[in-house]
């Protein structure tokens, strides 16, 4: 017997299926409320490790660990009803062995209820890419910077500056396709080798300060926003929720301090969904 719901969730073949067609909408979201925002008009939410820099204030996502991705992960499957939503594997959680990797995501998998994985690393991790997607997991691919390497590339900085360095980035989203992902994040790399990476491969590529030619696009939802303290260049602003909280906060502590606040006649029953 099988429960099925009335909204058919996308799944990686769904999404596998747009390349070169219609571009593909992906936000990163780590909690309820904005994944049900999100919903209603992204084929892809991503639960990035980057979590551990916007929730928690982190230097880097090299901290965030398994637990914190699945427990977020859970929070976004509960708000949202139709997206894809794709995982990242934290450092440390896959690199060690496809079969370390399999156990991970397949804990990231049946815990979660989500479609997908997604797991940095180009060429180095096709091997462990094609043991997951030959075993039920659907792998999104992570290559040109890839911020779990910190430690060593030193800054957060654009890969493929220096045409030299085109071939390897090349490489190793052909690994990855070749190997069985069903899309790939191509991230901070210069804007022609983006548009080559794309018409190169047969699976969708998800630009993130890529190139427009790519065949979908990932913003960090806060950054989009206007809620980061800082954002990396190529970030476009959709709003400006940091200064919207600050004024709100403000107005709210004024209300408080002059005993202007709302008293029982607003009861929680009168409360309404905003949207
Ligand atoms: O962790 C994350 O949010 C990501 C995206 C920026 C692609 O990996």
Not at 3 to 10: A, N
Not at 105 to 129: F, H, N, Q
Not at 184 to 207: K, M, N, W, Y
Request: with cysteine; charged share 25%.
């Amino acid at each position: 017997m099988s429960v099925q719901s009335d909204i058919r969730r996308l799944t990686a073949p769904d999404i596998r299926a747009r390349k070169g067609g219609e571009p593909i909408v992906v936000l990163t979201s780590y909690h309820a409320h904005t994944a049900r925002l999100i919903d209603q008009h992204a084929d892809v939410i991503l639960v990035g490790d980057s979590l551990g820099m916007v929730m928690h204030g982190l230097e880097s996502t090299v901290p965030v660990t398994l637990d914190m991705m699945i427990l977020q992960g859970l929070a976004v499957m509960r708000g949202s009803k139709r997206a894809l939503v794709v995982i990242d594997l934290p450092f440390g959680s896959f690199e060690e062995s496809k079969e370390q990797a399999f156990r991970t995501a397949a804990r990231v998998l049946k815990e979660t209820g989500c479609g997908a994985i997604k797991m940095e690393g180009g060429a180095r991790m096709a091997e462990t890419v094609r043991f997951l997607s030959e075993r039920g997991v659907p792998v999104m691919a992570h290559v040109g910077l890839t911020p779990q390497h910190i430690n060593t590339l030193g800054s957060f900085k654009a890969q493929g500056r220096d045409r030299a360095d085109w071939p390897a980035i090349l490489a190793d989203a052909k690994a990855v396709s070749d190997a069985g992902a069903f899309s790939v994040v191509v991230e901070a790399v210069a804007e022609p080798l983006g548009r080559e990476i794309t018409q190169s491969i047969p699976i969708p590529t998800i630009g993130i300060g890529a190139s427009p030619a790519c065949d979908g696009q990932v913003l960090v939802l806060e950054d989009m926003l206007g809620l980061s303290p800082w954002v990396p260049k190529f970030v476009k602003r959709y709003g400006e929720l940091g200064s919207h909280i600050a004024d709100a906060v403000e107005a709210y502590a004024k209300d408080v301090r002059s005993r202007a606040f709302p008293g029982s006649e607003h009861t929680y029953a009168e409360k309404k969904p905003r949207a």
